[in-house]
C-alpha cells in the first residue's frame, strides 16, 4: 500500500520544480513543455494520494523536527486535505498545460520563466496548506502562496490597472494575513501548542474572538462579502490560467481554513452557524447582481466566485447550525454540498476562465459587448463554455446541480424540523438560493448568448480563430469532470461521508449515511432520463428535418430590410432591467446622451458598474487613515541603513528577552 | 397492477392533455368575445400541421437555435414525471424533487433565451431580457410556496407534498394558504405568459415576452416549442389544482375525473382572466412579480409561527 501522504509530498515537490526548466535551459519553449509534463506528473501523484486518502478515510501524518522554537510541525493528508488537494493538483496541470499555448514562452520571453517558476511555487504552497497541521508551517505556507500568486498575477505589469489590482491584492492579502496571526496566537492560547487541535478537541465557548478572527482572515481570502474587494480586479486582470487556478483554487483556501477551524470545536454557538449562513446569502446575492452588471467577461466570472463562496458558506452555516442543534443529518447534507460545492466551483469556474481566456486571446478584448458570433468560429471553446455556464448556474443535468440541491435539501430539512427552529432562516435562505439561481441563469444566458451567438460586433470578433490542442484539452478535461459529477452524483457520496465524519468524530459512529438523506441515485436517474429524452427528441427532429424543404434566410427583422449587426442586444441591454432593479446597491455609472432635434446628432450612451463597497466606502475610509498616519509612516522612508538597523533593534531585543526568559 | 396503470395514465395525460388546456383558454376567450372560436382540438391540428411543414433557419443562427426548442421540451418531460398528477405520486418521487422541478424548468429557460440571442435579432434579445428578468423575481415566490407546503406537510417531494392535501389542511392553514394561492396563481400566469405579463396572441407588440422570443422558430421546431409551452401549463396547474381543489375522492377512476375536471376549469378561469383584463405596463410587471413573492413570504411567516 502506497502511502498518501508520500505521494502528496511527491506531487507537492514535483510541482516545485515545474518552475525551474525555464531558469535553466535557454531551448525556452522546450522547457515550457518540461514544466508542463511535470506540473503534470506532480497532479498524477497529487490526484492518486488525494483519492487514495478518501477512499480509506484514514489520517496520515509526518512529524518534521525542524528546530525551529515553535516545537515539532506536522503535516498530515486526511479525507477534508484530500478533499482540497484534487482542485489543486487538477487545475494546476489544466493550467500549465494550457499556458502552453496561452502564454508561450517563445512569445514572451521575458515574462515566461517568471509567470512558470511563480506559478509553481504558488501551486507547492497550496498544497503545503492543507497539509500544514502547524500554526507556523501554515502561515508561512499562506504568506508565500499570496506572494507567488502576487508575482504570477502582475506579470503583464507595463499596464496601470494591472499594477493597481496587484497593489489592492497585496494589501488585502495583508490585512487578512494580520487576522489570521491573531487567529493563530488566540489558538496557540486554547489549545496550547502550535499544532492543529483535533478535531472537537475545544471548548467553544471562550473562542468567539478566535472564529471572528478566522472569519475576517479566512474570509477575505475567500471573498466574502464584505471583504472581497480585492476579487473582481485581481481576477480580471491576471493571466487567465492564473485566473483560473485563482478562482478554482486560491479563494477556497479561505473555506478550507474556515472548516478546518470550526471542526476544531465541540459544542459550538448557534449564532456561529446563523453569521456563516447570512454572509453566505449576503455574498451571493451580492455577487450575482454586481456580475449582471458587468460587461468585461472576467470580471463577470470573478463576481461569480464572490456568489459560489456564498452558496458554500450557505452549505457550512447548515451544517454549524446543525452541528450545535444536535441534528446529524442537516450537519451532513450541508457539509456534503459546501464540500461538494468547493470541487464543483473547482472544476466549472476554471472551466470557464480558460475559455474566456481563448476568446482574449482570439479577440483580443475582455468586452463582452465587442464579440459576438464567436461558437462559428471557435465551436469548441463555445461548447465547452456553455458546458460550464450550465454547470455554474446550479442546472440539471451537470455537477453544480448536486451541489446546490444537497444544500437545498438541507435548508428544507432545517425547515421542517418544527421542533427545534421555530426561526425563519432556513425558510428564507432557500429562496434567496432561488434567487441567486435564477439571476445566475440571467447573467451566463447573457454571457454566452452575447459573446458566442448571434453576429460578430467587431473585426476582431469576426477574424476570431479557434484555440490549440493545448488549450483545448485541459478544459475538455474539466467539462468531463462537471459531466461525471452531474451525472453519477451517487458516485461521490461515500467519500464526501468520510470527511464529514473525519470532521465530526462522533458521527461516524451513529452510522448516518448521505444517501438516507439525499437520494443521489434518483437524480442521477433523472439527468441520465434528460439525456435519453433530449436524444430521442433530437433523433425524431432530425429525421423530420431531413425530409422536409429546410430553407435558409435572414433573421427576420419584423419588416425592416437593412439590419445590421450593430442593432443587436447588448449586454448593457440585456442586463438593463436587472441593474435599474437594484441600482440602489448597484450604483451604475450611466452617461445618456440629450437626443434633440429632428436631426439628431451622432450620440453614445455609456453605462458602467463599479466596484461600489471599494468606491464608496472603503477607498475615502484609507484616504482618510493614509492622513491620519502620515506619523507612522515615517518609519517608512526607503532608507536601506535605517532598516537595517530597525533588524539589529529587532535581534537585540529578542536576544535580551530570551536571556531574560531562560533566566526566568 | 394499479401502480402500473396509474404510471400509465399519468403518462398518457402528460403527453395528451396539455393542448386541450390551450384550445379551453382560446374558446373561453371566444365566448367572451362573442366569437364562435377554434375547435377545442385546435391546438393538436396546429401542431401536428406544424410538425409536417418545412423549416427555415436564419444564416446568422447556429445549432443552439435549433437544440433551444428540443432542450427546453426534454427537460419539461422530464419535469413532468416529477410532478404528481390525481391522487397518485408521480412516477419519480424523492426527497428534494420539486428542487429539481424548478430547476429543469431553468434549464428550458436557459436555452429558450440563448435560441433566442442566437438570432441576433434586437427584438427577440429583448424578450430573452424579459423572460430572464421576469423569472427570476418569480423564483423566490415559489421557493416561499415550496417552503410553505413543505413545511405543512412535513415531506420534502413534490408527491408528499401535495399527495393528502385533504380539505381538513385549509381549517388549519386557510389565511396562509390563501395568500399562497394567490402568490401560485401570479406565478402560474407569469411563467406560462400569460395576460396580464404577456399576450400569446400578439406577435410583434414590443411589450411581449415569450411570443417575440420565438419568432424565428418554423415548422417542426415551433411545434416543439408550443407543446412544451403547453406542457408547462399543465405541469404549474396541476400544481395550483393541487392546493385550490383538495378533493381525494378514494375512487381511483374518479380521482382521475376530478383531476381532468379541474385542470379545464383552471383553464377556463385563466381564459376567463385573460378575457376581462388588459395587459399590464412592462414597467409594472417587476412589481406584480414582486408582490406574489411578498404574498407567499407572508404565507412562510404564518405557517412557521404554527407548528403543525
Known amino acids: 500500500m502506497i502511502s498518501p501522504i508520500l505521494l502528496t509530498v511527491t506531487g507537492i515537490i514535483l510541482a516545485l520544480t515545474a518552475g525551474i526548466p525555464l531558469l535553466v535551459l535557454t531551448d525556452q519553449a522546450k522547457a515550457q513543455k518540461i514544466s508542463a509534463v511535470l506540473h503534470t506528473l506532480a497532479a498524477m501523484a497529487g490526484i492518486c494520494g488525494a483519492l487514495l486518502s478518501l477512499a480509506g478515510g484514514s489520517r496520515e501524518s509526518w512529524q518534521i523536527d525542524w528546530g525551529l522554537p515553535f516545537g515539532p510541525a506536522e503535516i498530515a493528508v486526511d479525507p477534508l486535505s484530500a478533499l482540497f488537494l484534487l482542485p489543486i493538483f487538477i487545475v494546476s496541470a489544466c493550467c500549465a498545460v494550457y499556458a502552453l499555448s496561452y502564454w508561450p514562452a517563445a512569445e514572451n520571453p521575458e515574462s515566461a520563466s517568471r509567470l512558470t517558476l511563480s506559478f509553481a511555487i504558488l501551486t507547492a504552497s497550496l498544497g503545503i496548506i492543507v497539509i500544514a497541521r502547524h500554526a507556523i508551517l501554515f502561515l508561512a505556507a499562506w504568506e508565500i502562496m499570496a506572494v507567488a500568486c502576487y508575482f504570477a498575477m502582475t506579470v503583464d505589469s507595463r499596464k496601470k490597472e494591472v499594477r493597481e489590482a496587484g497593489i489592492l491584492y497585496l494589501v488585502t492579502a495583508h490585512i487578512g494575513a494580520l487576522a489570521l496571526f491573531a487567529y493563530f496566537a488566540l489558538l496557540k492560547g486554547e489549545a496550547g501548542s502550535y499544532l492543529f487541535p483535533p478535531a472537537g478537541s475545544l471548548s467553544a465557548s471562550a473562542a468567539t474572538a478566535i472564529f471572528l478572527f478566522a472569519l475576517i482572515g479566512f474570509g477575505m481570502k475567500a471573498g466574502v462579502v464584505p471583504l472581497h474587494i480585492w476579487l473582481p480586479s485581481a481576477h480580471a486582470n491576471a493571466p487567465s490560467h492564473v485566473s483560473a487556478i485563482m478562482s478554482g483554487v486560491l479563494i477556497k483556501m479561505g473555506i478550507y481554513g474556515l472548516i478546518r477551524t470550526v471542526s476544531f470545536f465541540a459544542a459550538i454557538p448557534f449564532w456561529w452557524g446563523v453569521l456563516v449562513l447570512a454572509a453566505g446569502v449576503i455574498s451571493g446575492l451580492i455577487g450575482v447582481i454586481f456580475a449582471i452588471g458587468q460587461h468585461d467577461i472576467k470580471r463577470l466570472l470573478a463576481y461569480h466566485s464572490i456568489e459560489n463562496i456564498g452558496i458554500i458558506a450557505m452549505g457550512t452555516g447548515v451544517a454549524l447550525m446543525g452541528t450545535s442543534a444536535g441534528i446529524p443529518s442537516l450537519v451532513m447534507l450541508g457539509m456534503a454540498g459546501a464540500l461538494l460545492h468547493t470541487l464543483n466551483h473547482a472544476t466549472f469556474k476554471p472551466l470557464l476562465f480558460l475559455c474566456a481566456g481563448s476568446v482574449i486571446h482570439s479577440c483580443g478584448t475582455r468586452e463582452i459587448d465587442r464579440m459576438g458570433g464567436l461558437l462559428k468560429k471557435m465551436p469548441l471553446t463555445g461548447a465547452l463554455f456553455l458546458t460550464g455556464a450550465v454547470a455554474i448556474c446550479g442546472l440539471p443535468p451537470l455537477n453544480g446541480f448536486v451541489s446546490e440541491w444537497l444544500i437545498y435539501l438541507g435548508l428544507f430539512r432545517g425547515i421542517i424540523d418544527a421542533d427545534t427552529f421555530n426561526d425563519p432562516y432556513f425558510a428564507l435562505a432557500a429562496p434567496a438560493l432561488a434567487l441567486i439561481g435564477g439571476l445566475a441563469v440571467a447573467c451566463f444566458v447573457k454571457v454566452f448568448g452575447i459573446a458566442f451567438l448571434g453576429e460578430p460586433r467587431d473585426e476582431r470578433a469576426r477574424d476570431a480563430h479557434e484555440a490549440g490542442p493545448a488549450m483545448i484539452a485541459p478544459m475538455v478535461v474539466l467539462a468531463g469532470i462537471c459531466a461525471l459529477i452531474g451525472l453519477l452524483p451517487q458516485a461521490v457520496a461515500p467519500l464526501l461521508e468520510r470527511i464529514v465524519f473525519s470532521l465530526y468524530p462522533g458521527m461516524a459512529a451513529s452510522g448516518i449515511k448521505l444517501a438516507a438523506h439525499a437520494s443521489l441515485g434518483m437524480v442521477s436517474i433523472v439527468a441520465l432520463l434528460l439525456l435519453f429524452l433530449l436524444a430521442g427528441t433530437a433523433l425524431l427532429y432530425r429525421s423530420r428535418l431531413a425530409k422536409g424543404p429546410v430553407t435558409a434566410a435572414e433573421t427576420w427583422g419584423c419588416g425592416y430590410q437593412a439590419p445590421t449587426q450593430r442593432m443587436q442586444y447588448t449586454a448593457s441591454s440585456f442586463a438593463a432591467t436587472l441593474v435599474g432593479l437594484f441600482s440602489g446597491v448597484l450604483r451604475p455609472h450611466t452617461r445618456t446622451p440629450q437626443i434633440q432635434g429632428h436631426f439628431p446628432k451622432p450620440a453614445s450612451f455609456r453605462s458602467h458598474v463599479p466596484e461600489a463597497l471599494l468606491e464608496g466606502f472603503y477607498l475615502p475610509l484609507f484616504d482618510g487613515l493614509n492622513s491620519r498616519l502620515s506619523l507612522v509612516r515615517k518609519l517608512q522612508h526607503g532608507k536601506l541603513h535605517l532598516y537595517i538597523l530597525y533588524i539589529v533593534i529587532t535581534l537585540l531585543t529578542l536576544l535580551v528577552w530570551s536571556h531574560f526568559r531562560v533566566r526566568s | ?308
Open chain 2, 1 to 308: 397492477m394499479p401502480v402500473f396503470v396509474n404510471t400509465l395514465v399519468h403518462l398518457l395525460l402528460t403527453l395528451l392533455f396539455p393542448p386541450l388546456l390551450i384550445g379551453v383558454i382560446n374558446r373561453t376567450k371566444a365566448f367572451f368575445a362573442g366569437r364562435t372560436g377554434a375547435p377545442l382540438l385546435q391546438p393538436y391540428y396546429d401542431m401536428i400541421r406544424l410538425w409536417r411543414k418545412g423549416s427555415v433557419f436564419s444564416r446568422t443562427t447556429t445549432w443552439v437555435f435549433q437544440a433551444g426548442p428540443l432542450v427546453t421540451l426534454a427537460a419539461t418531460l422530464a419535469a413532468a414525471l416529477l410532478m404528481p398528477l390525481g391522487n397518485h405520486p408521480s412516477p419519480l418521487a424523492f426527497n428534494g424533487d420539486m428542487i429539481l422541478f424548478a430547476y429543469l424548468f431553468g434549464l428550458g429557460r436557459f436555452f429558450t433565451v440563448a435560441a433566442a440571442l442566437d438570432t441576433g435579432s434586437s427584438f427577440e434579445g429583448m424578450g430573452g431580457a424579459r423572460e430572464a428578468t421576469f423569472s427570476c423575481l418569480a423564483e423566490p415566490a415559489l421557493f416561499f410556496a415550496l417552503v410553505v407546503l413543505a413545511r405543512i406537510s412535513s415531506s420534502l417531494s413534490l408527491s408528499g407534498m401535495l399527495n393528502n392535501f385533504p380539505l381538513t389542511v385549509w381549517f388549519g392553514f386557510g389565511a396562509a394558504l390563501l395568500l399562497m394561492v394567490g402568490a401560485l396563481f401570479i406565478i402560474l400566469l407569469a411563467e406560462n405568459c400569460r395576460i396580464p405579463f404577456d399576450d400569446p396572441n400578439t406577435h410583434l407588440e414590443l411589450t411581449m415576452i415569450h411570443e417575440v422570443m420565438v419568432l424565428d422558430h418554423s415548422g417542426p421546431g415551433l411545434a416543439a416549442v408550443l407543446y412544451g409551452a403547453s406542457l408547462k401549463l399543465f405541469l404549474l396547474g396541476a400544481l395550483f389544482v393541487h392546493i385550490t381543489v383538495p378533493f381525494r375522492s378514494g375512487n381511483v377512476i374518479l380521482d382521475w375525473l376530478a383531476f381532468a375536471g379541474s385542470m379545464v376549469l383552471l383553464a377556463v378561469v385563466i381564459g376567463t382572466v385573460e378575457s376581462t383584463m388588459a395587459r399590464l405596463k412592462l414597467t409594472r410587471v417587476p412589481q406584480l412579480l414582486i408582490s406574489a413573492s411578498i404574498l407567499s413570504a407572508f404565507a412562510m411567516l404564518l405557517v412557521l409561527r404554527q407548528t403543525p
